[in-house]
């Protein structure tokens, strides 16, 4: 099983992020999807901001 993360301020930035993806990969299986909500800092000392984090467990299709 494989993991991805895709981290941004922006949901629609994100879906386009996962839209590219799946496109690169064809047809994976998806087994599970997690979407939460953090507190980032872009740079030590920072301040932080709300970030969206999904992260998606997926398997490949075996190519026989």
Same mark, same amino acid.
């Given at each position: 099983?494989k993991?991805? /993360?895709?981290?941004? @301020?922006?949901?629609?930035t994100?879906e386009?992020?996962? $839209? ?8 994976p299986?998806? /087994?599970?999807?997690? @979407? ?8 030590? $000392?920072?301040?932080?901001?709300p ?14």
């Open positions: 099983m993991v991805k /993360i895709f981290m941004d @301020t922006s949901a629609s994100i386009g992020q996962i $839209n590219a993806w799946l496109d690169q990969l064809g047809s299986t998806i /087994i599970k999807t997690e @979407t939460a909500v953090a507190n980032v800092a872009e740079k030590p $000392n920072d301040g932080t901001h970030c969206i984090v999904v992260t998606v467990w997926y398997e490949l299709q075996n190519s026989n």
